[in-house]
């Protein structure tokens, strides 16, 4: 089954660290760009990392940059989420995603999907 | 703020269609996906492409897109369609992914 599960989540401190990790189960996460996707309570979805099958290309939202750190450990199947410096506007549920991305030769267009997601993890940064 | 627009709340009566549109100027050059998030859950892929399901994903959900505005479609609306729903796609000036802000389907 095909199925991604993360973990890591919790209440921190300003200014602290928090690492989350997503392990994949049912297929081969480094043959995929893997996206990490966060929700503030009541909003709707951010984009915060992408770490693509490569693994040397990373990106990151302006948001989070030189804050987060986005990496893989194949032999473990997992992908992680370095969260540094943290403040109280990273407060939300974060979720893993497998992408799925092509290039639709026919209408000249990039396709751009989330096929698997996992459950989320709940990050609450307060004092 | 997102540089993908979507309406906030939308309505439709039962066993009605429903329109949810998205819109961005990285629709020009890229297909919107469509996800369904039901409260306390985690999205779910609805639409992807110019109009392709996954498995297991009813037919009464389909998409389409117009220059710069991307359209999910609910034909004959059920109960279990009121979440909300989410637009995304490929962006290739700022980062690479966009979203939409959104929109709460209510299924009167």
């Known amino acids: 089954q095909v199925q991604l599960a993360e973990s890591g989540g919790g209440v921190v401190q300003p200014g602290r660290s928090l690492r989350l990790s997503c392990a994949a189960s049912?297929?081969?996460?480094?043959?995929?760009?893997m996206h990490w996707v966060r929700q503030a309570p009541g909003k709707g979805l951010e984009w915060v990392a992408i770490?693509?099958?490569?693994?040397?290309?990373?990106f990151y939202a302006d948001s989070v940059k030189d804050r987060f750190t986005i990496s893989r450990d194949n032999s473990k199947n997992t992908v992680y989420l370095q969260m540094n410096s943290l403040r109280a506007e990273d407060t939300a549920v974060y979720y893993c995603?497998?992408?799925?991305?092509?290039?639709?030769?026919?209408?000249?267009?990039?396709?751009?999907?989330?096929?698997?997601w996992g459950q989320g993890t709940m990050v609450t940064v307060s004092s | 703020s997102s540089e993908l627009t979507q309406d906030p709340a939308v309505s439709v009566a039962l066993g009605q269609t429903v329109t949810i549109t998205c819109q961005g100027d990285?629709?020009?050059?890229?297909?919107a996906s469509w996800y369904q998030q039901k409260s306390g859950q985690a999205p779910l892929l609805l639409i992807y492409?110019?109009?392709n399901r996954p498995s297991g994903i009813p037919d009464r959900f389909s998409g389409s897109t117009s220059g710069n505005t991307a359209s999910l479609t609910i034909t004959g609306a059920q109960a279990e369609d009121e979440a909300d729903y989410h637009c995304?796609?490929?962006?290739?000036?700022?980062?690479?992914?966009?979203f939409g802000g959104g929109t709460k389907l209510t299924v009167l």
């Open positions: 995603a497998r992408e799925m991305f092509y290039y639709d030769s026919n209408d000249h267009r990039d396709v751009e999907a989330f096929d698997i």
């Open positions: 995304n796609s490929r962006d290739t000036t700022i980062k690479p992914v966009v």
């Open positions: 990285s629709l020009r050059t890229s297909y």
């Open positions: 492409g110019k109009n």
């Open positions: 049912g297929f081969t996460l480094s043959s995929f760009g």
């Open positions: 770490i693509w099958s490569g693994e040397i290309d990373k």
